[in-house]
């Protein structure tokens, strides 16, 4: 008579295999769930990075003259060339190195009098984009050939800034006769502000 088997279990599989490929599983998981965060977390960034491009704001600052008529000879412009919205945090203007308060200063040292200007407020303003619509804001318009020449003839001597940032406060800082920005943490006020 053979006896049987059914008295006798089965061997059990060694223990270190069992807890292998439990942990291997586990391992596996973990790993996994690791790949799905970092490419979440990698989305976000890239989605943040789009907002942020969406409204992405570029002040220059340049000038137009025209010696040959009297009716705004010269105007010092602003425009943003961006797409998002400019918030203009502080306006800093100089003549020979020497800080100015207001353009009324400016004429003072320039020895213009007696003209017709206008003039436009920076500090503080926010400035649109200009997509498909004329937003050049004219710092200054000089109204005379003279002195709208005397103020062209001395351009290369100021200096002017503009800090402005985003709606994310992403902040630059444009400069007259600069090409490119300078991104910096925030916009300072300067020791004399341009009040224009």
Excluded at 46 to 64: C, E, N
Excluded at 101 to 117: A, F, H, P, Q
Excluded at 164 to 180: A, M
Aim: negative net charge; glycine residues 6%.
């Amino acid at each position: 008579m053979t006896e049987s088997n059914s008295d006798h279990p089965t061997p059990a599989a060694p223990a270190h295999s069992r807890f292998g490929s439990t942990n291997l599983s586990s391992a596996l998981a973990l790993g996994v769930s690791l790949l799905a965060l970092a490419i979440g977390a990698y989305q976000t960034r890239l989605m943040q990075d789009q907002a942020r491009a969406s409204v992405w704001p570029y002040l220059t600052i340049g000038t137009t003259y025209t010696n040959d008529v009297d009716d705004n000879g010269f105007i010092l412009q602003v425009d943003n060339f961006g797409i998002g919205p400019a918030k203009v945090g502080s306006v800093k203007l100089s003549l020979d190195g020497k800080p100015q308060r207001t353009w009324n200063d400016v004429l003072e040292v320039l020895d213009i009098k007696g003209v017709n200007y206008s003039t436009s407020s920076l500090s503080g303003d926010v400035i649109p984009p200009n997509i498909n619509r004329e937003t050049t804001i004219g710092a200054i318009r000089i109204n005379e050939r003279q002195a709208a020449k005397r103020f062209y003839d001395a351009a290369s001597r100021f200096e002017l800034e503009i800090c402005y940032c985003s709606v994310y406060d992403e902040c630059w800082i444009s400069r007259w006769h600069r090409s490119g920005v300078e991104p910096v943490a925030r916009c300072a006020v300067p020791n004399v502000p341009f009040e224009n």
